[in-house]
């Protein structure tokens, strides 16, 4: 395993004041974002994905392939047609 770098220097408190310099992995998802229904539809996500998003903030993808952030009451509003018939197709 090889070493990551290090910055040198002083804390100022008499110890090594390095700071560990690390490689980020991890890459940002690429998502896309889409105007249209997300304002007009509620859409079928998982509810722990939903109550994830809505507390952090993450997009989740629906059942229809909709990438959005919910922010709103989807009670409000009607169910997503399409996500609607991938959910009876799923139940079978």
């Known amino acids: 395993m090889s ?11 008499g110890g090594s004041g390095s700071t560990l310099l ?4 991890q890459t940002n998802p690429n998502y896309v974002f889409e ?5 007009r539809f509620s859409h079928y996500v998982p509810k722990d994905k939903l109550m994830a ?3 952090d903030g993450i997009p989740v993808k629906a059942l229809c392939g909709k990438m959005w952030v919910p922010t709103r009451d989807p ?5 997503c047609p399409n996500c609607k018939d991938i959910y009876e ?3 079978g």
């Not at 105007?35 to 304002?39: K, P």
């Not at 009670?75 to 169910?79: A, T, Y």
């Open 22 to 25: 690390e490689e980020q992995t």
């Open 75 to 79: 009670d409000r509003f009607p169910i």
């Open 3 to 13: 070493e990551l770098p290090t910055t040198g220097g002083s804390d100022g408190a």
């Open 35 to 39: 105007d249209g229904d997300e304002e």
């Open 53 to 55: 998003a809505m507390v």
């Open 89 to 91: 197709k799923m139940k």
